[in-house]
């Protein structure tokens, strides 16, 4: 069975810091998706990225960068220069390609609070 | 904007009620998605419907239940309600198997 464990509950950090999102997801299958979300203070959910396995390149979207390391089975994701309108709840999820259905289970979610 | 429209946005009902809540998936997305998400149990699968039939289902509590029309919009029937079912609803729709789209969501407070 899927699994993806969001060991950080919440990271509060200060305007202009790096900071890091840790996703260590657990499959059996060969073929799957990974993803980010964010959601807001507002409660919307945000896609941000989908990787797939076969995928294992590194991707910057400017200050966000996600680093895939299939050998330790993390998706882990960097915000550089934190803003304040970064603070949000980040979510990583997983789906398989067994079943067709690819339904994603998601972590249980990273509070981050960018202090001004 | 994700292109995924719900309503209501809010709705407060007592217990034992039934509420119908409402999702329009993007242009040309043939599958739906529902979740719920509430504090103690993150966000979970509901059921999924893809082209007006259900292709998967999750979590999904027998007195909840859903459907997809025609036009592809899609209906969450939540029945018997208990204070426990108080939660966010999200809806989500994607282009077959792909990053899913979620919909600004309906909070659902059961008095």
């Known amino acids: 069975a899927q699994k993806v464990t969001q060991a950080q509950t919440e990271i509060s950090v200060v305007e202009k810091e790096d900071v890091t999102l840790d996703c260590v997801y657990e499959?059996?299958?060969?073929?799957?998706?990974l993803f980010w979300y964010k959601q807001p203070p507002s409660g919307e959910l945000v896609f941000l990225i989908r990787?797939?396995?076969?995928?294992?390149q590194n991707e910057i979207s400017g200050r966000y960068s996600w680093n895939f390391q299939k050998s330790t089975s993390s998706f882990n994701f960097t915000i550089t220069a934190s803003q304040v309108v970064d603070s949000a709840v980040y979510f990583c999820?997983?789906?398989?390609?067994?079943?067709?259905?690819?339904?994603?289970?998601f972590g249980r979610g990273t509070s981050l609070i960018v202090h001004p | 904007d994700s292109g995924v429209t719900q309503t209501p946005k809010h709705l407060i009902t007592a217990t034992g009620q039934r509420v119908t809540l409402r999702c329009s998936p993007r242009?040309?997305?043939?599958?739906v998605y529902w979740y719920q998400q509430s504090l103690d149990q993150g966000l979970q699968f509901l059921i999924q419907?893809?082209?007006?039939?259900?292709?998967a289902k999750g979590n999904i509590l027998e007195r909840f239940s859903a459907q997809q029309f025609p036009d592809l919009h899609s209906e969450l029937n939540l029945s018997s309600l208990e204070l426990g079912d108080s939660a966010l609803y999200f809806c989500?729709?994607?282009?077959?198997?792909?990053?899913?789209?979620f919909g600004p969501g309906t909070r659902l407070t059961v008095l």
């Open positions: 989500a729709s994607s282009p077959q198997r792909n990053e899913q789209f």
């Open positions: 499959t059996r299958d060969t073929t799957y998706y």
């Open positions: 990787r797939n396995s076969f995928d294992e």
């Open positions: 999820a997983l789906s398989e390609a067994s079943g067709g259905s690819y339904i994603p289970t």
């Open positions: 242009s040309g997305d043939l599958s």
């Open positions: 419907y893809y082209n007006g039939e259900e292709r």
